[in-house]
């Protein structure tokens, strides 16, 4: 069983910075991709950013130019660094991996539990 464990979510002011992490509780083999979603209070859950063991990126549109994921694959971690951070930022941001079964090709996805992150205006 796959176990992801987020770090990082606090309390800032607009404006500011805050680093997520997100670790793994094992060396995961077949990554698709690793990357975090964020679910504010009363909305869905949506996509924030996502990276490839490739590097291949890919973002939101509320977060590009501000957001910068990234990865360590030895580590099977990533990492998400908000910069110019707004209020309409705050939600739970959960991490997340997709991987694919070397035999069988089966895809299958875990969830963090989730890390605050609050942006007061």
């Given at each position: 069983?796959?176990?992801?464990?987020?770090?990082?979510?606090?309390?800032?002011?607009?404006?500011?910075?805050?680093r997520?992490?997100?670790?793994?509780?094992?060396?995961?083999?077949?990554?698709?991709?690793?990357?975090?979603?964020?679910?504010?209070?009363?909305?869905?859950?949506?996509?924030?950013?996502?990276?490839?063991?490739?590097?291949?990126?890919?973002?939101?549109?509320?977060?590009?130019?501000?957001?910068?994921?990234?990865g360590?694959?030895?580590?099977?971690?990533?990492?998400?660094?908000?910069?110019?951070?707004?209020?309409?930022?705050?939600?739970v941001?959960?991490?997340?991996?997709?991987?694919?079964?070397?035999?069988?090709?089966?895809?299958?996805?875990?969830?963090?539990?989730?890390?605050?992150?609050?942006?007061?205006?």
């Amino acid at each position: 069983q796959v176990q992801l464990v987020e770090s990082g979510g606090d309390l800032v002011q607009a404006g500011g910075s805050l680093r997520l992490s997100c670790a793994a509780s094992k060396i995961l083999t077949g990554i698709i991709t690793m990357g975090w979603y964020r679910q504010a209070p009363g909305k869905q859950r949506e996509l924030v950013a996502t990276i490839t063991p490739s590097g291949d990126t890919n973002y939101a549109n509320s977060v590009k130019g501000r957001f910068t994921i990234s990865g360590d694959n030895a580590k099977s971690a990533v990492y998400l660094q908000m910069n110019s951070l707004k209020p309409e930022d705050t939600a739970v941001y959960y991490c997340t991996v997709v991987l694919q079964a070397t035999i069988s090709g089966r895809r299958s996805d875990y969830w963090g539990q989730g890390t605050p992150v609050t942006v007061s205006s």
